[in-house]
């Protein structure tokens, strides 16, 4: 089992920044491939970024690329999203996801992934 805890996540204006961090506890960290995605209200669950286990490969949402940078620190069990150039079409709640056995080609699958945290809530004001 692994527990995932959002946290970072705010009210901003437009071009402002923001880190989120995803603590997981449980096992092996490491061997986890960490994914974050994002939901509007009234808007389905949307793949934002992702870092594969092992050599780490990124992926990220055409939306993003450019903007936001996903990084993971598997000494502090970690993942991080740092949001740059914020948008207001950026507000949504944020979540993290892990999966042990996704491969690197499903990373934007949120269906792909076995464990989620609870989210946490970003809002980019005009």
């Known amino acids: 089992q692994v527990q995932l805890v959002e946290s970072g996540g705010g009210l901003v204006q437009a071009g402002d920044s923001l880190r989120l961090s995803c603590a997981a506890s449980?096992?092996?960290?490491?061997?986890?491939?960490m994914g974050w995605f994002r939901q509007a209200p009234g808007k389905e669950r949307e793949f934002v970024a992702a870092?594969?286990?092992?050599?780490?490969?990124?992926s990220y949402a055409d939306s993003v690329k450019g903007r936001f940078t996903i990084s993971r620190d598997n000494a502090k069990n970690t993942v991080y999203l740092e949001m740059n150039s914020l948008k207001p079409e950026d507000t949504a709640a944020y979540y993290c996801?892990?999966?042990?056995?996704?491969?690197?080609?499903?990373?934007?699958?949120?269906?792909?992934?076995?464990?989620w945290g609870q989210g946490t809530q970003v809002t980019v004001s005009s």
């Open positions: 996801a892990a999966s042990f056995r996704i491969a690197d080609i499903h990373l934007s699958d949120p269906y792909q992934y076995e464990y």
């Open positions: 449980g096992r092996a960290f490491s061997m986890f491939s």
């Open positions: 870092v594969s286990r092992g050599i780490g490969r990124t």
